[in-house]
């Protein structure tokens, strides 16, 4: 039996631009583990999806390939929530450009 979970591994990793030594490395495995889980030979233990899914910066939603709602995020709208985070010193003008400002 190939497990499906290899597929989007190889591809988050490749639109990451990760070697899989890199994702090893990240997560604390050897590189012929990510080569088995890519190959679908075995899969990740439950222990090892978060820091997948941190590595990989995907939600284990998308990982897992698990559909809970449709109201689900595209890269896009994944991407400027990010970057909405780390950019605190802007959080303010983006709020009032795009209408949400809180009232102190």
Not at 25 to 41: F, H, L, T, Y
Not at 57 to 82: A, C, F, G, H, W
Request: glycine content about 4%; proline content about 2%.
């Amino acid at each position: 039996m190939k497990y499906e979970i290899g597929k989007r591994i190889r591809k988050y990793r490749e639109d990451r631009k990760l070697s899989q030594k890199d994702l090893a490395d990240m997560i604390g495995v050897s590189n012929s583990r990510i080569s088995n889980w890519e190959k679908g030979i075995n899969r990740p233990d439950a222990d090892m999806l978060a820091d997948l899914c941190r590595a990989l910066k995907v939600s284990p939603s998308e990982l897992l390939d698990v559909r809970l709602s449709t109201d689900e995020l595209n890269d896009q709208e994944r991407k400027v929530i990010q970057a909405y985070r780390t950019k605190t010193e802007l959080q303010q003008a983006v709020n009032i450009l795009l209408g949400i400002e809180e009232e102190l």
